[in-house]
């Protein structure tokens, strides 16, 4: 009960009793002595709400919510994007201005159109450390496509694919030991060149425990395990066709080669990232992307590149139209 309170309850007491005192009594003695002990507690009590009052600790403060990146989109107009140069047809920069360019930059800048927002692209960042960007809040979004990869679902929210994308196995021009043969593969004289800690070395020793893993650091080029490939160093990889094809274009006198298979080792959604806990940003950008596959732009995004770095595989339409 607060103080206060107290008080005005004691002073009604301290009247009650007071003009009760005023009535006859065979102990009129007594009344002097009743009524300055009744004076006494209440002065004593005044002084106590008084001190509780101004002395009491004063009220827990609440600590300010942390802006969230979706409410940060929402106040300044812009998604800061990171990215990485994923290689071409991703992400193709400018050699001479450094402006970016490419099939992901493409898409992410119509999701800004669409959704009214301006798409800033701000920091690079590598595939090992992007979602430490993301969680800590310095980015909105990872706007350079990902493989939708059980390994990251702990990590990232991942958006809506925006194409697919089989991976391989790839070797030197000439070397046909494993045609359709892919089996022949997990073998410790077999050796592949990978990249630590991503989807692809997953990959590699879940499908090939048996071989011998030629590692890369994270910080090693997107094209090092190529090189190693083609320079001895291991006899496979296991990669995408779109930079395979763009390297191939680049070196036609030392070409790898896909391992004939009847499948591909495996097929990724290819997909937008935001922090582990942006669900609200990660359901916008998938509306503007459930549009713009509808009304066809990312169709003719990716029909752009086709030709130069190889078919896209695209995603499956959500409807199915109604009979004439």
């Known amino acids: 009960m607060a103080p206060w309170i107290e008080f005005l309850i ?4 301290f009247q009650t009793v007071l003009f009760a005192s005023k009535a006859p009594s065979h102990r009129a003695k007594d009344t002097p002595m009743k009524l300055s002990h009744i004076i006494l507690v209440i002065a004593l009590s005044a002084a106590t709400a008084f001190g509780v009052t ?4 004063p009220a827990a403060t609440t ?3 942390k802006e969230t990146a979706f409410e940060r ?9 990171a990215y990485a140069l994923a290689g071409k047809p991703r992400f193709i920069p400018d050699p001479n201005t450094g402006k970016l360019a490419g099939s992901d930059v493409e898409i992410m800048e119509e999701i800004g159109r669409v959704l009214n927002l301006k798409i800033e692209w701000v920091e690079e960042a590598n595939y090992g450390a992007f979602f430490e960007k993301l969680n800590s809040g310095k980015q909105d979004v990872f706007c350079s496509t990902i493989w939708a990869s059980p390994a990251r679902a702990h990590k990232i929210l991942l958006s809506a694919p925006i194409r697919f994308t089989p991976v391989y196995a790839y070797v030197r021009a000439g070397d046909t030991r494993f045609d359709n043969n892919l089996e022949g593969m997990n073998a410790e004289g077999v050796s592949f060149s990978v990249m630590e800690n991503t989807t692809l070395d997953s990959v590699v020793r879940t499908t090939f425990p048996k071989a011998t893993h030629h590692t890369l ?3 090693a080029a997107p094209t090092d395990p190529i090189m190693d490939v083609i320079a001895g160093k291991s006899d496979a990889l296991v990669f995408d066709e779109s930079n395979v094809n763009a390297y191939n274009q680049k070196n036609p006198d030392k070409q790898l080669r896909r391992v004939p ?3 591909p080792l495996r097929i990724y959604g290819e997909a937008y990232s935001v922090a582990v806990d942006e669900w609200k940003l990660r359901e916008m950008i998938n509306t503007a992307i459930s549009e713009l596959q509808n009304d066809g732009t990312i ?8 030709q130069e770095y190889g078919k ?9 139209p109604a009979k004439e």
């Not at 004691?10 to 007491?13: E, G, M, N, Q, V």
């Not at 989109?73 to 994007?81: A, K």
């Open 261 to 263: 298979s009847v499948n």
């Open 217 to 219: 650091p994270l910080s």
């Open 10 to 13: 004691l002073t009604k007491k």
């Open 73 to 81: 989109v929402i106040r300044t107009g812009t998604i800061r994007c």
């Open 54 to 57: 101004k002395y009491a600790a």
């Open 63 to 65: 600590t300010p919510t």
């Open 299 to 306: 169709n003719r995004i990716l029909s752009k590149y086709e």
């Open 312 to 320: 896209v595989w695209r995603t499956q339409g959500p409807y199915i």
